[in-house]
T-cell receptor, first 114, second 117 residues
Framework: QKEVEQNSGPLSVPEGAIASLNCTYS??????FFWYRQYSGKSPELIMS????GDKEDGRFTAQLNKASQYVSLLIRDSQPSDSATYLC??????????????FGAGTRLAVHP | NAGVMQNPRHLVRRRGQEARLRCSPM?????VYWYRQLPEEGLKFMVY????????ESGMPKERFSAEFPKEGPSILRIQQVVRGDSAAYFC???????????????FGPGTRLTVT
């Protein structure tokens, strides 16, 4: 069973703090990892992609990937109330027959309070 | 550069009618994906298409659902004889390259909210 696991939350952090969102995946051969943000009633918005072990930074966002531990995380620095949304972890997984499919976690709800 | 476009944004159908959902990928993207999201649930993959080809339809129900991506025009997701359980948000995404490559970032359209009465 190919899975992507996230804590559903809500994760509540004060404005200005660091929000840490975590995701584990089951497929050891996955090569592509993504974080999406989805506001209520809206479509998912790609905020980060990461393909190699280590950290990748983009503005206030940092994605961290550890393939050995099958773990990917997203850090949001200086959290703002506008960051309040559901964050979806997505992992590209390889299935029998050689085809790939993007599998989404159920998402973590983040609430940033003033 | 226009993003992924979907229409209609909202669609109401009575049970038994047909629903047609359209998706135009981002310019330069030839890979299209359809997802379904039920209220308070995650995104579920339905089908992956390239121009004139269905690559992976493993997530699509065998009956009543079909998808196409013709040489000219948008990708179409068709649901025949809709039932109340089909009510959901249907999202289309596109990518410049196939899944599992360095060009596989998927960008989503605004979605079509289907309501079956």
């Amino acid at each position: 069973q190919k899975e992507v696991e996230q804590n559903s939350g809500p994760l509540s952090v004060p404005e200005g703090a660091i929000a840490s969102l975590n995701c584990t995946y089951s497929d050891r051969v996955s090569q592509s990892f993504f974080w999406y943000r989805q506001y209520s009633g809206k479509s998912p918005e790609l905020i980060m992609s990461i393909y190699s072990n280590g950290d990748k930074e983009d503005g206030r966002f940092t994605a961290q990937l550890n393939k050995a531990s099958q773990y990917v995380s997203l850090l949001i620095r200086d959290s703002q109330p506008s960051d309040s949304a559901t964050y979806l972890c997505a992992v590209n997984q390889v299935f029998s027959g050689g085809y790939n499919k993007l599998i989404f976690g159920a998402g973590t709800r983040l609430a940033v309070h003033p | 550069n226009a993003g992924v476009m979907q229409n209609p944004r909202h669609l109401v159908r009575r049970r038994g009618q047909e629903a047609r959902l359209r998706c135009s990928p981002m310019k330069g993207h030839s890979h299209v994906y359809w997802y379904r999201q039920l209220p308070e649930e995650g995104l579920k993959f339905m089908v992956y298409l390239q121009k004139e080809n269905i690559i992976d339809e493993s997530g699509m129900p065998k009956e009543r659902f079909s998808a196409e991506f013709p040489k000219e025009g948008p990708s179409i997701l068709r649901i025949q004889q809709v039932v109340r359980g089909d009510s959901a948000a249907y999202f289309c995404a596109s990518s410049p390259g196939p899944p599992g490559t360095s060009r596989d970032e998927q960008y989503f359209g605004p979605g079509t909210r289907l309501t079956v009465t």
